[in-house]
Nanobody, 123 residues
Framework: VQLQASGGGLVQAGGSLRLSCASSGITISMYRMGWFRQAPGKEREFVAAVSWSGSMTYYADSVKGRFTISRDNAKNTVYLQMNSLKPEDTAVYYC?????????????????WGQGTLVTVSS
């Protein structure tokens, strides 16, 4: 099983990035998909999640209204569109796949994790 996150980079505050997470070895249509992030010196935190069908989405308060999670089950890929980026969004972003049960905010619920992609937002 491999989750390959990509799309990170350096962007100025107010800019946008689109992260992608391509999956192999699993069929993501069977999984809830999530994005988490970890900033330097901080614990990993929940960012966003989407149900297996894409009908339900969940966001951390800090990104609500700025980030959008989506999925394309036919491409086995999940996305995170990030707009109006702020310096405090700087972190390594990880995608994860997990069952539909349990709290979507808890990293321990997810079974598979990608390697992470670095997002740096300059002020």
């Amino acid at each position: 099983v491999q989750l390959q996150a990509s799309g990170g980079g350096l962007v100025q505050a107010g800019g946008s990035l689109r992260l992608s997470c391509a999956s192999s070895g699993i069929t993501i249509s069977m999984y809830r998909m999530g994005w988490f992030r970890q900033a330097p010196g901080k614990e990993r935190e929940f960012v966003a999640a989407v149900s297996w069908s894409g009908s339900m989405t969940y966001y951390a308060d800090s990104v609500k209204g700025r980030f959008t999670i989506s999925r394309d089950n036919a491409k086995n890929t999940v996305y995170l569109q990030m707009n109006s980026l702020k310096p405090e969004d700087t972190a390594v972003y990880y995608c994860a796949a997990g069952p539909g049960s349990g709290s979507y905010r808890i990293g321990g619920v997810y079974d598979y994790w990608g390697q992470g992609t670095l997002v740096t937002v300059s002020s």
